[in-house]
């Protein structure tokens, strides 16, 4: 369930070719789609997108929040929780350790962040995974935070908007995380019964079990331009199918093609894109 | 009672298991002709290993044979207690994945009656790797589904050897749609190293297929029982088993990676050593699973395995199966949503500092 995009294809701190870490902080930096030399501050002022070839940058989830939200509306909510160790796991490196590296490096508790705001005037529930933290991955806060914003859409008929990027379910919680799919899943059953409207907004990369649980149980399903979405990851495929994968696999095109969501939306058209979601659903 | 498949772990029962089957080959020579007297030859050689007692020119009397097979069976059942009770979580996965380990339609066939097979998932295809019908079990009539690894090569290959594609899990979430309407308890057997990764499965949408199952399962208002009977493979595991009841046999596995995954992927590499830490560190047994209140029971395997009694183990399995369905039958089925869904809510390990 948890894959391999997590850990070795592209990391966050590392997802970019090599080229650009060897100028990791420098003004200016060699485009990942278009391989032109742009201006950083440029691409970040144009909602972290390539300003020639338009090519999607992964974001981390407070500026996920800040793009999304009308400014200054956005209350978080489930601050207070944060990660244990339940099952003592220890790699080569101990989980706790790990994710106490990842809380300095991110000043975040976990890869979850969560609360209500509005979307162009609308009022709405948003909870964003942080692929700065643990790949995004879902273990018992995650889930927790997930399943309380299903429920609080649920109990204040607001419509929800969950933005995944994630490699999956995290290991080093193992059957707990496991068990955050059927949680999640089964709160969105209840804001389903109750008439509710959850949208889903796909980034690059969402794959295993968090695609496997709510990622794919929107109402509607709104994907950022080529992010690769798949149950399994491309590499775990490549070595099950022993051939190689046809170009744009697990791309947002290629499962919009296939049917698998409803529309693909560019991060500059994603709030109006919302907004008008909310509209037709008479919320 | 030899392995013919061998763990490495029982390679102290083999050796037994040998001793035994050179000593009934030489019982039957004895018996056939040439009975001799002294009989505390035996104990010797058969202590020093295999083969030996092959030169001993010792004369021989049947009934010291006897008696040497008797303490050895007995001393068999104790090496294999032993064993059983000591295995480590990658001995465990091991046991989940022997190849005499009876699969979902060996045990439709020993706990059920009456099964009626039913295909397909009116979109795509039948998939082998999910066996679903009605059956009954004792005297109430219930929807079975289970993984299905397959026996022969043939079958293997046509299950994916347990991966289910898509079109499995759209197969069993329609046919569990018509047992809540015909007011059927739903019985699931869990067996799958994970759902199947590949082209065509992504193509059909196997994280939406499966993520439907979880959410639609949830809600279902017929009782719903799911037992692990051998490997527990993440998200194609629990695919089939959001149930208002869930075991697991003590030998099986349930975690949400497979150890040799984690282990490629956290220690870089999968092989012996990193596959036993990731088994150890993964906390896939079915005693570890009871105590993360993943699961509500553990069923019990007979000494050495469910391969090695494959009947004794379904006994076990339907006692709790009817067990779980007489209790939960006592429920108004409207209800059954609500408690299933308390039962995986409170589910997760974290901590929370109130504001
Ligand atoms: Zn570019």
Known sequence: MTNAVSSKAKTWNDHSSARKTSVPEGLWLRCDGCEQMIYRKQMEANLHCCPECNHHYRIAGAERVKQLADSGSFEAMFTGLSPTDPLKFKDLKGYKERLLAEQIKTGATDAVIAGSCFIKGRSAMLCVLDLSFMMGSMGSVVGEAVTRSIETATERNLPLIIVSGSGGARMQESGLSLMQMAKTSAALARLDDAGGLFISVLTDPTTGGVTASFAMLGDVILAEPKALIGFAGPRVIQQTIRQELPEGFQRSEYLLKGGMVDRVVPRNELRSEIARMIDYSGR | ?355
Request: hydrophobic share 40%.
């Open chain 2, 1 to 355: 009672m030899s392995s013919f498949y061998q763990l490495e772990f029982e390679k102290p029962v083999v050796e037994i298991e040998k001793q035994v089957a050179a000593l009934q080959e030489r019982l039957k020579r004895v018996q056939g002709g040439k009975v001799g007297g002294g009989g505390a030859a035996g104990e010797q050689t058969l202590e020093t290993g295999t083969g030996a007692d092959e030169e001993s020119a010792a004369p021989e009397d049947a009934g010291a044979i006897e008696r040497e097979i008797d303490a050895l069976r007995v001393k068999r059942e104790r090496v294999l207690e032993e064993l059983y009770a000591h295995l480590t979580p990658w001995d465990t996965v091991r046991v989940a994945r022997h190849p005499k380990r009876p699969q979902t339609r060996d045990y439709i066939e020993m706990i059920f009656k009456d099964f009626c097979e039913l295909h397909g998932d009116r979109r795509f295809g039948d998939d082998p790797a999910m066996v679903v019908g009605f059956a009954r079990l004792g005297s109430t009539k219930v929807l079975v589904i289970g993984h299905q690894k397959g026996r022969t090569t043939q079958e293997k290959i046509a299950c994916h050897f347990g991966c289910a594609h898509p079109e499995g899990y759209r197969k069993a979430m329609a046919k569990m749609r018509l047992a809540e309407k015909f007011k059927l308890p739903i019985v699931t057997l869990v067996d799958t190293p994970g759902a199947y990764p590949g082209l065509g499965a992504e193509a059909r949408g196997q994280a939406e297929a499966i993520a439907v199952n979880l959410r639609d399962m949830s809600r279902l208002k017929t009782p719903i029982v799911s037992v692990v009977i051998g490997e527990g493979g993440s998200g194609g595991a629990l695919g089939i088993a959001v149930a208002d009841r869930v075991a697991m046999l003590a030998n099986s596995w349930y975690s949400v990676i497979s150890p040799e995954g984690c282990a490629a992927i956290l220690w870089k590499q999968a092989n012996e050593q990193t596959n036993t830490a990731a088994a150890q560190n993964l906390k896939l047994t079915a005693r570890d699973n009871l105590e993360l209140g993943i699961i509500d029971a553990v069923i019990p395997e007979p000494i050495g395995g469910a391969h090695r009694e494959p009947k004794k183990t379904a006994q076990h399995i339907e006692k709790w199966l009817t067990d779980q369905i007489m209790d939960l039958k006592a429920h108004t089925p409207s209800t059954l949503p609500r408690t299933r869904y308390e039962r995986f809510r409170k589910l997760g390990s974290f901590a929370e500092q109130v504001a």
